[in-house]
């Protein structure tokens, strides 16, 4: 193994700088477009057409601004819990297509559920609870009832091409380098797998924006009950470091659908012209398409919420997986 | 592009390990901007808008939570005994006596049986 390449893959590319570019990037991209949509501005000053905002942010939470402490509160750990949250997707990067060095495994899909799902989850658990909090708690406890829901759904929706790109003979079964490399064949291979593909992006859809915590769904940090729910006792570098995260996760969910769903940039390859315009316009289309859902609803409330993900992201996920099933053994 | 196929318990300590590196220097990093900007003020935890001081009792104390819970899982059946046992009719008072009574002279009967001969 390559151990150059492998630091250089998880620090610099697909790793820690040009994710976090990304993230921002993609932040900034989220705002503009949300506030377009709304009649507003959005960020225009720093940077051509504000581009460089959310940098900004950053920069002066990092620096600038100073953490506060509270009598129960325990710093180094909210900033562990937060770090592991922001580096458990970051090394999941490493098993997508989009790695120079592609680390692969059978049934590397539970790998990958075991670090988006469980490690990150755990990360935000800790550093959440680091700063108790009366408000804190109630956004915890919703976060906790959204995830419950929400981590089955996901984790349905990308069995779906999973397990369609390993029953067509790809190796190793049931990897996410099959499922992303072969992903486009699937929406034209039969019309059941079409159904299935369709199914499994819808609920992949609805289930990222409730695990991003966007508008119907940001129930947890819901401004107007709950302060800011779980993250109301941030600030500074912890609040800086929230954001990352959080923005991080928003680019790698954008590359989950973009690969996953949508096959990247194949059939060409990465580095031509046509591979890098296929996978950015991709890119691009699957934030919109999350920008515009966040932008045109309201909130719901927490029943309505869960209520909302089940019927028409956990029901959609697992209808998908039937239909595989019925592809598999039927046809 | 090289591919590298591992076992599944192989790529999982891996990039388990990849993942405590990464956190550890990002960690590193953090602390070298922050350390010196962390401030006290303010430090008192606000509930419903009321500081601390004010409000004494963050949360009940232990024995009126203990009583809360007691309450709310026996009053169902509390709710049964009393809609079964006061009907207001004298005759069943008297049969559900009767049978406490005996089931209680039963109790008694047993404790003397196992203190005088099984002990």
């Known amino acids: 193994m390559d151990l150059t390449l492998m630091l250089i893959s998880i620090f610099v590319f697909p790793g820690l700088i040009f994710i976090a570019s990304l993230a921002l990037f993609s932040e900034w991209f989220f705002r503009k477009l949300a506030a377009r949509m709304q009649n507003r501005m959005g960020p225009s000053y720093t940077g051509p057409i504000g581009v460089l905002q959310p940098f900004a942010d950053l920069i002066k939470l990092l620096i600038a601004k100073e953490v506060k402490k509270q009598r129960y509160s325990a710093t180094a750990i909210a900033e562990i819990g937060l770090i592991i949250s922001l580096s458990s997707i970051i090394v999941s990067l490493l098993l997508l297509p989009i790695s120079p060095i592609r680390l692969t495994a059978p049934y590397d899909i539970v790998i990958f559920i075991y670090f988006y799902a469980v490690w990150h989850v755990i990360g935000l658990l800790i550093a959440v609870l680091a700063y108790p909090n009366p408000f804190t708690v109630a956004g915890l406890s919703r976060l906790i009832a959204i995830t419950v829901v929400v981590e089955p759904t996901i984790f349905a929706a990308l069995l779906i091409p999973t397990i369609l790109t390993s029953n067509m003979g790809c190796t190793p079964p049931y990897s996410i380098i099959c499922a992303s490399t072969y992903s486009w064949k699937l929406w034209l291979e039969s019309p059941l797998s079409f159904i299935a593909m369709a199914l499994g992006l819808v609920s992949m859809l609805i289930a990222s924006q409730a695990k991003l915590g966007l508008k119907p769904f940001d129930i947890p940090e819901a401004e107007q009950e709950l302060i800011a729910g779980h993250i109301t006792e941030y600030s500074g570098s912890l609040l800086a470091l929230y954001n990352l995260s959080h923005d991080i996760k928003l680019a790698f969910t954008a590359i989950i659908i973009t690969y996953i769903f949508l096959g990247g940039p194949y059939p060409y390859r990465h580095l031509s012209i046509a591979g890098l315009a296929l996978l950015i316009l991709k890119y691009i289309v699957s934030l919109t398409v999350l920008t515009i859902i966040r932008a045109s609803f309201g909130r719901l409330r927490i029943d309505q919420g869960l209520n909302i993900i089940m019927k028409y992201g956990l029901v959609p996920s697992i209808l998908g997986l039937i239909v595989v099933i019925i592809k598999m053994f039927l046809l | ?119």
Do not use: C
């Open chain 2, 1 to 119: 592009m090289n591919i590298m196929v591992f076992d599944p318990f192989t790529a999982t300590i891996l990039l388990t390990s990849a993942m405590a590196l990464l956190a550890s220097i990002v960690y590193i990093l953090v602390l070298s901007i922050r350390r010196a900007r962390v401030t006290q003020i303010g430090e008192e935890m606000y509930i419903g808008g009321e500081s601390e001081d004010i409000l004494s009792l963050k949360v009940p104390s232990i024995l009126a939570l203990y009583w809360g819970i007691i309450r709310r899982s026996w009053k169902e059946a509390f709710d049964i005994l009393r809609d079964v046992i006061h009907s207001g009719i004298l005759n069943e008072w008297y049969g559900y006596m009767s049978i406490w009574l005996s089931f209680l002279l039963l109790l008694s009967i047993i404790a003397i049986a196992i203190y005088m001969y099984i002990r």
